[in-house]
């Protein structure tokens, strides 16, 4: 949960990477380069010659996963470490201009890290890709023991390959194999930084037993960008709920948004999204959930929290709106559309999608710079 002096805050309902008041200084030198253009592709790819950036706060897990790197071939001068997202950027920015430049660069990434976690730095290393500023474009690993987590309900976010922890020889025999095809094929998952986010495409649910509480956030959010049209309301549960039901036969590609202020309803709408997860069939479109309750700076600090992506403060601006839909994006662009291509042991595919340049448009890199 991240507290933003005053501002809205995000809650447990699922990892939204924090809001940054300012682009951190690696992606601020990254795109204050002058690099020439990238040398052509050597082709023969070997893991001696590739160049690893890995980002692990636990020392033993660390080590363990290098000395499996160090197996399938990679060498250890060629192993940069860090111990969060932040360290990772800092290697990236450097190795743009350093190291095997004719060969593949490999990220690998743990998720919960401090200052800075995997899928934070996965997002931001795409943001660079989308703005074409990297010389070097990084195949990015996830390595964590909530892969699962990480696959099933995120999509795989901003990873080509998710890997569980600790790692071992087979797993990353494999993960080469996609590095290699992704290099010289061009083959590789389209990820979730690609995806388009602006307010005018949202979908929102203003769900409160209070009229004019319904009406005050719908207005807010309306004011922010949100489309009169795009807005519908529900006055209880069950309505509610018919209305999360029938949001699933609409646009995939459109985030679909619940300004909850009845507290109480926040169970049905968990219940919605898990009993598909039991199932073992994702909904289609899992919604955002907001608290917009007069009473949301309590409940931020009761269990309750866990059932919310974002609060808004119980007297909230245009401003804390904004903020709000930054945490939507930032949630939208690190859920992938999950594993549904061919899938190895440990779940990842090959696809030979491209990304849609439109997306490129979106919100700038790192939240609102000063």
Not at 175 to 199: E, N, S, V, Y
Not at 312 to 339: H, I, N
Request: proline share 7%; glycine share 8%; charged share 25%.
């Amino acid at each position: 949960m991240y507290e933003l002096d005053g501002r809205p805050f995000a809650g447990q309902r699922s990892d939204v990477p924090p809001v940054r008041p300012r682009t951190p200084s690696p992606m601020r030198e990254i795109q204050a380069q002058q690099a020439p253009p990238p040398p052509a592709r050597d082709l023969d790819v070997q893991p001696a010659h590739i160049d690893v950036i890995y980002a692990e706060d636990e020392e033993v897990f660390r080590e363990t996963a290098i000395h499996e790197l160090l197996k399938v071939g990679f060498q250890r001068e060629n192993i940069h470490e860090a111990d969060n997202g932040i360290g990772a950027l800092e290697h990236l920015a450097r190795l743009q201009m350093e190291g095997h430049l004719s060969m593949p660069l490999l990220v690998l990434l743990d998720v919960r890290m401090p200052g800075m976690d995997g899928r934070e730095c996965a997002l931001q290393i795409q943001e660079l890709v989308k703005k074409k500023m990297l010389r070097r474009e990084p195949f990015v690993i996830c390595i964590s023991s909530i892969h699962r987590q990480v696959t099933v309900d995120e999509g795989k976010g901003n990873f080509q390959v998710v890997l569980p922890k600790p790692i071992n020889k087979g797993f990353l025999d494999e993960a080469l194999d996609l590095l290699i095809k992704w290099w010289t094929l061009g083959h590789g998952r389209q990820l979730a930084a690609w995806k388009h986010f602006d307010p005018s495409q949202l979908e929102v649910i203003a769900a409160d037993c209070e009229p004019v509480c319904r009406l005050a956030s719908s207005s807010a959010f309306i004011r922010a960008g949100v489309l009169p049209d795009s807005i519908c309301e529900a006055e209880d549960e069950e309505e509610l709920v018919g209305k999360l039901a029938q949001a699933q036969n609409g646009d995939a590609d459109r985030p679909l948004v619940v300004l909850l202020g009845t507290v109480a309803w926040a169970q049905c709408i968990r219940n919605f999204v898990e009993e598909a997860k039991v199932a073992q069939c994702r909904r289609r479109r899992e919604p955002f959930v907001v608290c917009t309750s007069v009473d949301s700076d309590r409940i931020g600090t009761t269990s309750a929290v866990e059932h919310f992506h974002a609060f808004l403060p119980k007297t909230f601006s245009p401003a804390d709106v904004k903020w709000c839909l930054e945490f939507c994006r930032l949630w939208w662009q690190t859920r992938g559309d999950g594993p549904d291509m061919e899938k190895s042991e440990f779940g990842h595919e090959d696809s030979g999608s491209e990304p849609d340049s439109e997306s490129a448009g979106s919100i700038g890199s790192g939240g609102f710079d000063d």
